[in-house]
């Protein structure tokens, strides 16, 4: 058992940042992968990023590639994705997920056993 419990969202203009944080607490192993899809009105849910507990190795979505940033601190068992440059095609809930699943299926949503509540982000133009 693994509960996520998500803070950080919230409205901005294009081209600001937010963070979102992700306090993880229960049960957690080794090969634990963590991340963040989002999923936006009328759409499916889309991959964001993902890292891996031990080592840190991370993935990333193309369309955020190079904008946001995962990240963990594993003493708070707290992930992180700092979004920079923010656009309103990023405007949607956004969902902390753990999975005990391996780095080359992060981005299969299947994968992910635990999710968060969601956090709204809107950027507006």
């Known amino acids: 058992q693994v509960q996520l419990v998500e803070s950080g969202g919230g409205s901005v203009k294009a081209g600001d940042s937010l963070r979102l944080s992700c306090a993880a607490s229960g049960r957690t192993f080794s090969e634990q992968l ?72 992060a981005r299969d949503s299947r994968m992910y056993d635990y999710w968060g509540q969601g956090t709204q982000v809107t950027v507006s133009s």
């Open 34 to 105: 963590m991340g963040w899809f989002r999923q936006a009105p009328g759409k499916e849910r889309e991959f964001v990023a993902a890292i891996t507990w031990t080592g840190g190795i991370k993935d990333y979505a193309d369309s955020v590639k190079g904008r946001f940033t995962i990240s963990r601190d594993n003493a708070k068992n707290t992930v992180y994705l700092q979004m920079n440059s923010l656009k309103p095609e990023d405007t949607a809930v956004y969902y902390c997920v753990c999975a005990l699943a391996p780095y080359s299926r």
